[in-house]
Every structure is written in structure tokens, then in C-alpha cells.
């Protein structure tokens, strides 16, 4: 006898948990394991943004139960950005809407937009919300392939006829996660005019918006011309401010899915606290320099990485936003294979591809949020250490 739904049962077993198993033996052993798996900042918050939350948080009326869509200041703070950073005008009120983190509305979107058995349509490789919510909802999903031969670009041309007609919703991501792939704005347009076409909703999850190096700006999808008519866009505090564990973010853009959204949300949660609300409110207003700043510290560490990744022979183009490197295995490996053979040289953990879709096969991620000198210790390791056995 089973207690559980088909739901869950559909959800596939973790795929990191032989790395896992070998990571506890190995500390167990004593090896000193770093760990460019995970995808959370080591940066701190920066100071002015924590303070501003225990000071908001000394005041009794932010202790109610928040607002469901987000307290005026957020809102109105999303909206500022929005404008500033892409002259694109939002309306707070309808256009706007605060989640607990982006992953929250990433996941509930699906049961908004797309019955059981509709589809959704996912990049592949990609964030593993995207799948694992669509089988949570019922609802199926095709992989729209990246491959470096359309710069991480799906093809919207290769998705077939059938599949089309029943899809109810297309999530993009960039810049990438984990291929740190990025786009300019006529990727945008053809990517809005092809949903147009179809009559299908896209959700662009921009997570990593600003985190960007040199002169690189990520586009938002919604500076496309008619883009609210059928796109939404999620972001998040999490990666720019290093501030993953206050779980906030948002989504703008077409006010009848944010409505929509809102009415499943206001029966599953009750918002964000408010404080939090507004110390991110506070972050998205104020000084601006710690983005900079950290950006400068990602880009230093993913130099250091891709000069490691060289010396066994694993060249990739340097990434122009992102902190991942999303690389090619050496020759005669699987993903998987790889990654345990750097874990058992090294003692650095990195992330097969496949872990990210059936078209990471035959790559690796590797995370930077560590310490710095963390980092460069695993950059020496792999430098020192790696020997590749040629089969
Ligand atoms: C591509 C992408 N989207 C969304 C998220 C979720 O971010 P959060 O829920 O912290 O806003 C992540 C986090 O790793 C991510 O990599």
C-alpha cells in the first residue's frame, strides 16, 4: 500500500545523491572538500540592507500579517527599478507582485497557466523548478534543447506542431542558469512575436538579471514592444544582494496572469514579511556599489576558474553574467563520470550536466559563490592534482 499521490511519486530520485554519499565519506576520511556545487552566494548581505530589516522589524505594525501581494514600498521599489534600469513603466498596483522568493512563483505559475496534461515548455539544461513543478502540476513538459551551437538559445523552430498546440506556457531563463548563457534584446522580440504567434504565455525568469560583468546589461523581456500583452518576467534579491535566505522576489508584467497568480497565492500563503519587504525595498532604492563590488569579486574568481579549467585542457568562453561556468567534459567521460573523478583527485565537488536535463549530458557546472580563497585553492588542486585518464 502507497500513502503518496502519483504526483510525488513522479519526482524523479535526487540526482546528487551518490555525490552526496561520497562527500560524507570523504569527510569522514578528513579530506578537506570544497564544494562549487551549490548555488548560494558566500558573499554577506550588505550591511545596509540588514540593518534596515532589524529596524523595521522593531516596529509592531510590520509584525501583522503582511499584505498578500506586498506592502506599497516593495511594490513601488520594483517598479522604480523597472524603470530606471530598462525605461520600462510599470504599475505597481496590477503589474506588480512581491513572492517568497522566485522559486515560489515559478512553481505556482504552472497551476496558474496550464491544466493536467497541457504543456509546458523548458529550456534544457535549466533551473530544475521548471520541470519538477510541471510534474508536481500534472501538466507535461517538452525540453527545448541549448546546445554552444545556438549560444544556449532554444530553437523555437524544432519544437514540433502537436506539442505547440497544447502548450500553455514557456519559461526562459537568462543570464542562464547553468549555462551562463545571455541574450540581447532581438532574441527577446522573436522569442515574444513566436508567443504571440502560438498564443502562448512566456514566464522569463530573470534570477540573475545584474549579476553581469564588464560592460554586459542583460535585457529585461518586458522592453520588447507589446511584451505585457503575454509575458511575465520573475526576479529576485537572492543573487544580486546575496540575500538568499530572506526569500523575496517578484513578478511583473502581464496583469492578468499576476492576477491570477495572486488569487492561488492568497489561498497557499500570506506573503513576506513585511520587514523584509522592506529591506529589499531598501536595497532595490539605495547605494548601489555593493553590486559592483561583488560582481568585480565573481568575475576575478571566474578568470581564476577558466585558467584552472585550461590547464586540463577544458576551454570555455568567459561567461558575461552569472556565477557559473558551464563547461564541456574532457573527452571520453560522462557527466557524471567526471565530476566523481574530480571529487576523488581533488576533493572539489562540481555538478554534472544532466542533473539539469537530458542536454547537460556531456557538461559540468561549477558554482563560484565560495570564499575566494576556497576558490583558488580548488583552481591549484585541479591545477596540481587532475590527472585525466585518457580512455
Ligand atoms: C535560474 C534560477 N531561478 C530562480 C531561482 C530562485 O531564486 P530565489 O527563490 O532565491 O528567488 C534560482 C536559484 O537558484 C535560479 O538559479
Known amino acids: 500500500m502507497s500513502f503518496f499521490s502519483e504526483r510525488i511519486g513522479q519526482i524523479p530520485p535526487y540526482l546528487f545523491a551518490e555525490i552526496n554519499n561520497k562527500k560524507a565519506k570523504m569527510i569522514k576520511a578528513g579530506v578537506d572538500i ?34 498578500f501581494v506586498g506592502c506599497p514600498e516593495f511594490k513601488q521599489a520594483v517598479a522604480d527599478f523597472y524603470s530606471r534600469e530598462y525605461g520600462v513603466k510599470l504599475d505597481p498596483e496590477t503589474e506588480v507582485l512581491a513572492l517568497i522568493g522566485s522559486k515560489e512563483g515559478i512553481a505556482h505559475i504552472i497551476p496558474t497557466l496550464v491544466d493536467p496534461g497541457d504543456y509546458v515548455l523548458i529550456p534544457d539544461p535549466s533551473y530544475p523548478v521548471y520541470r519538477m513543478a510541471a510534474l508536481l502540476a500534472n501538466a507535461l513538459y517538452h525540453n527545448m534543447p541549448l546546445t554552444k551551437e545556438n549560444n544556449f538559445h532554444p530553437d523555437f523552430a524544432t519544437i514540433p506542431k502537436e506539442i505547440l498546440g497544447r502548450s500553455k506556457l514557456m519559461f526562459l531563463n537568462y543570464p542562464g542558469n547553468p549555462t551562463a548563457a545571455t541574450v540581447e534584446l532581438p532574441f527577446f522580440e522573436e522569442a515574444i512575436a513566436f508567443a504571440k504567434k502560438h498564443k502562448i504565455p512566456i514566464a522569463h525568469d530573470s534570477a540573475y538579471n545584474k549579476v553581469t560583468f564588464d560592460s554586459y546589461k542583460a535585457p529585461s523581456i518586458l522592453q520588447v514592444e507589446g511584451a505585457k500583452d503575454i509575458a511575465v518576467e520573475f526576479g529576485s534579491l537572492s543573487k544580486t544582494y546575496s540575500m538568499t535566505g530572506f526569500r523575496i522576489g517578484y513578478v511583473v508584467g502581464n496583469r492578468k496572469i499576476i492576477k491570477a497568480l495572486s488569487v492561488l497565492k492568497s489561498n497557499t500563503d500570506t506573503g ?120
Not at 34 to 60: M, R
Not at 285 to 291: E, Y
Request: glycine share 8%.
Open 34 to 67: 570544497i564544494d562549487l556545487g551549490i548555488g548560494d552566494p558566500d558573499l554577506p548581505t550588505p550591511k545596509h540592507i540588514v540593518e534596515k530589516l532589524s529596524e523595521e522589524a522593531q516596529d509592531p505594525k510590520n509584525l501583522k500579517y503582511p499584505s
Open 272 to 391: 513576506q514579511f513585511t520587514p523584509i519587504q522592506k529591506a529589499a525595498a531598501y536595497a532595490l532604492n539605495g547605494d548601489q556599489s555593493c553590486v559592483t563590488q561583488y560582481n568585480q569579486i565573481y568575475k576575478e574568481r571566474m578568470a581564476a576558474m577558466l585558467d584552472g579549467l585550461k590547464s586540463i585542457g577544458v576551454e570555455v568562453d568567459p561567461p558575461k553574467g552569472s556565477f557559473f561556468i558551464w563547461a564541456p567534459v574532457p573527452e571520453g567521460y560522462t557527466s557524471a563520470e567526471f565530476v566523481t573523478n574530480v571529487l576523488e583527485q581533488t576533493g572539489v565537488i562540481m555538478t554534472p550536466g544532466n542533473a539539469f536535463g537530458p542536454s547537460g549530458e556531456g557538461y559540468f557546472r561549477v558554482s563560484l559563490s565560495v570564499p575566494s580563497e576556497r576558490l583558488y585553492e580548488a583552481v591549484n588542486r585541479i591545477k596540481e592534482k587532475l590527472k585525466l585518464v585518457i580512455r
